[in-house]
Nanobody
Framework: QVQLVESGGGLVQAGGSLRLSCVAS????????MAWFRQAPGKEREFVAS????????MLADYVQDRFAIDRDNAKNTVYLQMSSLRPRDTAVYYC???????????????????WGQGTQVTVSS
């Protein structure tokens, strides 16, 4: 089992920035591909970004390209989501997720991720 705890959400004005953090515990963090997803009210959970277990490959959804960045620090068991140029449509609960820890190919499909945090609310005001 992997336990994930997100932090860093909050209320920000459009054009502002936030950095989300997700701390993992329970297993060897460096074995896991990690991802961020988000879910807005009344909508399905959607992919935002993912990073390979080794940190050498990243994927970003088209709608956050050039605004968001994902990174990880395996020594701190932490994955980050740096968000800039935030827009009201970025308002959502942001979830950290881990895959099965087998050092496999990086994916963006939600079904590839087995472990989930409780989420952190991000609200962008216009």
């Amino acid at each position: 089992q992997v336990q994930l705890v997100e932090s860093g959400g909050g209320l920000v004005q459009a054009g502002g920035s936030l950095r989300l953090s997700c701390v993992a515990s329970g297993r060897t963090f460096s074995n896991y591909n990690m991802a961020w997803f988000r879910q807005a009210p009344g909508k399905e959970r959607e992919f935002v970004a993912s990073i390979r277990w080794s940190g050498d490959r990243r994927m970003l959804a088209d709608y956050v390209q050039d605004r968001f960045a994902i990174d990880r620090d395996n020594a701190k068991n932490t994955v980050y989501l740096q968000m800039s140029s935030l827009r009201p449509r970025d308002t959502a609960v942001y979830y950290c997720a881990a895959d099965d820890g087998t050092q496999k190919k990086l994916e963006y499909e939600i079904d590839e991720y087995k472990f989930w945090g409780q989420g952190t609310q991000v609200t962008v005001s216009s």
